[in-house]
Every structure is written in C-alpha cells, then in structure tokens.
C-alpha cells in the first residue's frame, strides 16, 4: 500500500490543549496536505507544505515537514469542541492522485 | 461560488437497480474525482477526469462507471452493486497550478447502501 501512517489513530484532550498529530509517508512528495474531515462529511483542505518548506502556518496550525524522515506533523493549538474530527494527511502521487493517510480521530472534550 | 455539491445525501438500492450519482462545481476547476469511504478508513480514489476526459481509473469494477457531461458535472453510474460496495462516495475537484493538481474541493458525499 502506498498509505501513509498517521499516529496516533485516536487522540481525546480537554478544551484549550495542543494537539499533535504524525504523518510519515513513502514516497517521496511534491507537497503534503492535510485535510479535516467532520463525521461522515466531506473533506476541508486545511494547509498545503511544499516539499521545500519546513514550516507553515495558518491560524492555531502549525505544519512542519521533515523530508529526510518523510514525516510531518500537525499541531493544533488552543483547541476548541469545533475541533474535533479526523484528520488526514494526504500526498500527492504524480500529478493528480492524492493518497491519504489512515487519519487520526481528534475528540476535544469541554 | 466555491461549493462543490452532491445529489442524493443518501441512497439504498438493490443489487439489481440502476442509479446515479451527481457532483457539480462552478469554480472552473477542470480536474473532478470520485473517491470511495468505508467507514473508519481513508478516502480511496476511484477515477480522475482532466479537461473532461478520463485520466485516472484505479482498477475500478465496470459496474462503476463514470461520466464527465461537461466542465461543471460529473456523474456516477450504479449498476449491479454488491453489498460491499456501501460507503460514502465522495466528489472532489481542484484546479492545476503548473501542471500540479493540488488542493482539492470536495463535496459532503453521498451514503450508499446496497441491499
């Protein structure tokens, strides 16, 4: 399978707390996105990382991206209830097809 | 606009039956995908149209067959399912940027169940 790994596969924190989420892939990748998904609905791109970058950020994420590793990593700061759903990574294979991870399921308890 | 929308929410059929699925976007996006979910696990290509014309078909059964009508639609026609293939079937669509697609648009999906 050329699926990424994401850990951990499940993840439950209070309100207000980081959350860190992993992604390691095996190909090596133009870019790297991450994607919400909110109970069996569609997906939100949050954050594209070019292969050239090693941090992006857009509001309470931060993205960093370790090609040597082929890993990367989100974080969400200050969570909020809104937060919760899964969260994927995803890379692009060629140019037009995304293989995802298999997701964390992100639970934020008030 | 910057929706991508999908008809119907839900669906039951069976094994017999002939339906379709319905996906339209009106951001000019010239690239729409079809993608499988079973539960718990991740989205799963199925088929990319570029420019209207099919690019991508990842092994997919013949009783899945696709239909890009025109730039905005895409279409998904059912026909003798099996049980296994219940799932979320999601459209997405994005737009090439120097000949990369990236990011993608997708729809809230349509649940399949195959009695």
């Known amino acids: 399978s050329q699926q990424g790994e994401e850990d951990p596969q499940a993840l439950s924190i209070q309100e207000g707390e980081n959350a860190t989420m992993n992604c390691s892939y095996k190909t090596s990748i133009n870019n790297l996105q991450w994607y919400r998904q909110n109970s069996g609905r569609g997906l939100v791109h949050l954050i594209l990382i070019r292969s050239n970058e090693r941090e992006k950020h857009s509001g309470r994420l931060r993205v960093t991206l370790d090609t040597s590793k082929k890993s990367s990593s989100l974080l969400i700061t200050a969570s909020r209830a809104a937060d919760t759903a899964s969260y994927f990574c995803?890379?692009?294979?060629?140019?037009?097809?995304?293989?995802f991870g298999q997701g964390t399921r992100l639970t934020i308890n008030p | 606009d910057t929706e991508v929308t999908q008809t119907p929410k839900h669906l039951v059929m069976g094994m017999t039956n002939k339906k379709s699925l319905k996906c339209e976007q009106h951001?000019?996006?010239?690239?729409m995908y079809w993608y499988k979910q079973k539960a718990k696990k991740p989205p799963e290509l199925m088929f990319v149209?570029?420019?209207?014309?099919?690019?991508i078909n990842e092994s997919v059964p013949s009783r899945f067959s696709p239909e890009c009508p025109n730039s905005s639609l895409l279409n998904l026609h059912l026909h003798a399912l099996q049980p296994e293939d219940s799932a979320l079937y999601l459209c997405?669509?994005?737009?090439?940027?120097?000949?990369?697609?990236?990011?993608?648009?997708f729809g809230p999906g349509t649940r399949l169940t195959v009695l």
């Open positions: 149209y570029s420019y209207e014309k099919l690019s």
């Open positions: 995803a890379q692009l294979q060629g140019a037009q097809k995304l293989v």
């Open positions: 997405a669509s994005s737009t090439p940027r120097l000949a990369v697609y990236n990011e993608q648009f």
């Open positions: 951001m000019g996006h010239r690239a």
